[in-house]
C-alpha cells in the first residue's frame, strides 16, 4: 500500500473533509429545531397539527434519504431556473448548487427521526414535575422553557448522540448530486491513481474519529445530568 498521494491531494482531502462537517453540522442544528415544533405538533391537543407532524415524519422515516434527496435536486432543482429573476437574484450561487439540496434533505430527513426521539422523551419527563412547576405559577412557554423541554433533551441524550453519529454516515450520500464531500475525494483518488483500498483508508479514519469525538462528547454531556431524576 503506498499514502504518496496524500502530498498531491490533501488540500482536496480537507476541503471534502470539511464539506462533510458543515452537512452534518447544518442537518444536525437546523434539523433539531425543526424536530422541536415538530415533537410538541404530535403531542398537542390540536388533532390537525398531529396530523400534519405525524405525516411529515412518517413520509421521511418511510423513505429512503437518497430518494428524498434526488427529488429535491432532480426535481425542485430543475424547476427553480423556471422562477422569473431568480437567475439573478443573490440567492442563484446557492440554489444552483448541490450542496444546498443535500443539506436541506439531510435536515429534513433528520428532522423526523429526531422529532420521534423528543416525543418519546417529551411523553416521559414525569407528570409531577410538570404539575409542581405549575404549582409555582409558570406559565406554559415558560414551563416548556424551563422544565418540559430541557428535562426531555436530557433524558434523550443518548440516543441524540446515536442519530448524529447515523447522520454523519448518510453524509457520503451528498457525493451523488456533485456535492465534493470526503467521499467524493476519494472517489477522484481513486479515479487518478486507481487505487482502491488507500483513499477508503483515510476516509474511514475519518469517519472513526469523528464518531469517537461525537461519542466522547455526549458521554462528557451524560456525565453532566444527575443520575437520580
Known amino acids: 500500500m503506498t499514502f504518496s498521494w496524500i502530498d498531491s491531494y490533501w488540500p482536496l482531502l480537507l476541503t471534502g473533509a470539511w464539506q462533510t462537517l458543515s452537512l452534518l453540522a447544518i442537518s444536525v442544528v437546523f434539523g433539531f429545531i425543526i424536530a422541536i415544533g415538530l415533537a410538541f405538533a ?17 413520509f421521511f422515516r418511510g423513505t429512503p434519504l437518497l430518494i428524498q434527496l434526488w427529488l429535491l435536486y432532480y426535481g425542485i432543482g430543475s424547476l427553480l431556473p423556471m422562477i422569473p429573476g431568480i437567475r439573478q437574484s443573490l440567492l442563484w450561487p446557492i440554489l444552483s448548487e448541490g ?25 416521559a419527563v414525569p407528570k409531577g414535575e410538570l404539575e409542581a412547576g405549575r404549582a409555582f405559577g409558570m406559565r406554559p412557554f415558560t414551563l416548556t422553557r424551563r422544565i418540559w423541554l ?8 443518548p440516543t441524540i448522540g446515536g442519530e448524529i453519529v447515523m447522520q454523519l454516515k448518510a453524509t457520503p450520500l ?9 467521499y467524493a475525494v476519494a472517489t477522484k483518488v481513486r479515479q487518478d491513481t486507481l487505487l482502491v483500498y488507500e483513499p477508503l483508508i483515510v476516509v474511514t479514519i475519518f469517519y472513526l474519529i469523528l464518531t469517537a469525538i461525537v461519542a466522547r462528547a455526549f458521554r462528557f454531556l451524560e456525565a453532566q445530568v444527575p443520575v437520580r431524576r
Do not use: H, K, W
Not at 404530535?42 to 412518517?58: K, P
Not at 436541506?104 to 420521534?116: D, G, P, R, W
Not at 451528498?174 to 470526503?182: G, I, P, S
Open 150 to 157: 430541557p428535562r426531555a433533551i436530557r433524558i434523550a441524550l
Open 42 to 58: 404530535q403531542i398537542s391537543s390540536n388533532r390537525l397539527l398531529r396530523y400534519l407532524a405525524s405525516g411529515y415524519c412518517t
Open 99 to 123: 450542496f444546498f439540496f443535500a443539506a436541506v434533505s439531510f435536515t429534513l430527513n433528520y428532522a423526523a427521526y429526531e422529532a420521534e426521539v423528543l416525543r418519546g422523551a417529551l411523553l
Open 174 to 182: 451528498a457525493f451523488t448530486v456533485t456535492v465534493m464531500d470526503l
